[in-house]
C-alpha cells in the first residue's frame, strides 16, 4: 500500500495538469511507503505519450532523502488518453523493483492508481488518501 | 566506514586516486548491500570497470558492450552529468562522488 495526503494527491495532481498536453511526472519521498515529499520534474522527454523524470532533479531529490534519512519511493506520471495503468513501455523501464508507481489519468475525470512492477508483472496496491 | 570517515583519509594512505560512489537502491542487492563505494580510478570508465569485474552481475546494467555507458544510467561526477565531461572518459579526482541514478522513463505508448 502506498500511503499520502490530500494536499499531495493535490500536488500531484496539479504537476500533472500543468505538464498538458504532455505527460507530466515526479517522485516521491518518504518511508516505510508513507509520502512526506512530492517532487515535481519537468518533462524531458517533452511527449505527450512518454515521460522523462530530469536526472538533475533526480540527483537533487535523491541527496535529499539521503540528508533527511528518507528514501525516494517511487514515482508519479500521467497518461493524457488512455488508462491509469502501466503501459509495456512503464513495465519495460521501471527502474527499480522496490518502488511505487503512481499513474493519473487524464483521459477524462482524473484517476489515480498506484502499482508495483515486479520482474515483468503488474500488481495493483491500495492507494491510501488521508485528510 | 562512512563516507566522510572516507573522505578525511589521507590520500597518500590510500595510495591512489579513489572516488566515493553512491550505489542507488535497485544496484544494492547485487552490490552486496552496500549503499556507499570507494572506487579506484582515474576516469569514469576506470571506476566503472573496477566496480563490475568486482560486481559482474551489474555490468550490463552500467555498460554497453562497447564500453561506453548504457543509455538508461546517468552519472554524475559531483554535480556535473558526465555525458558533458566525456561520457566514460570523464576525469575522476580524489574524493570526488560519483552517483549513478538509473533512468526514471516511461510513458502511455
Not at chain 1, 500536488?11 to 505527460?23: K, V
Amino acid at each position: 500500500m502506498l500511503s499520502l495526503n490530500a494536499s499531495q494527491r493535490d500536488a500531484i495532481l496539479a504537476a500533472c495538469i500543468r505538464a498538458l498536453p504532455n505527460e507530466g511526472c515526479g517522485l516521491l519521498l518518504g518511508a516505510r511507503d508513507v509520502v512526506t515529499d512530492v517532487v515535481d520534474s519537468p518533462n524531458v522527454a517533452d511527449s505527450a505519450k512518454l515521460y522523462e523524470v530530469d536526472p538533475r532533479v533526480l540527483l537533487s531529490a535523491t541527496r535529499h532523502a539521503d540528508d533527511q534519512g528518507i528514501d525516494v519511493l517511487g514515482v508519479f506520471h500521467s497518461h493524457t488518453h488512455s488508462e491509469a495503468y502501466p503501459s509495456p513501455t512503464d513495465v519495460a523501464q521501471a527502474p527499480d523493483p522496490s518502488w511505487h508507481y503512481l499513474i493519473v489519468s487524464l483521459r477524462d475525470a482524473p484517476v489515480m492508481r498506484s502499482f508495483r512492477v515486479l520482474e515483468g508483472s503488474v500488481v495493483e496496491e491500495p492507494l491510501s488518501i488521508g485528510a | 566506514m562512512s563516507t566522510q570517515q572516507v573522505m578525511n583519509q589521507r590520500d597518500d594512505e590510500r595510495g591512489v586516486m579513489a572516488a566515493v560512489l553512491r550505489v542507488p537502491t535497485v544496484l544494492r542487492p547485487a552490490m552486496g548491500g552496500a549503499s556507499v563505494i570507494v572506487v579506484e580510478g582515474d576516469t569514469v570508465g576506470e571506476v566503472l570497470l573496477r566496480l563490475t569485474a568486482t560486481y559482474p552481475a551489474v555490468k550490463r546494467q552500467l555498460l554497453n558492450p562497447d564500453g561506453t555507458l548504457h543509455r538508461f544510467l546517468n552519472v554524475y561526477v559531483n554535480d556535473d552529468d558526465v555525458r558533458y565531461l566525456g561520457g566514460v572518459d570523464a576525469s575522476i579526482a580524489n574524493n570526488d562522488e560519483i552517483t549513478l541514478l538509473p533512468a526514471v522513463a516511461g510513458g502511455a505508448t
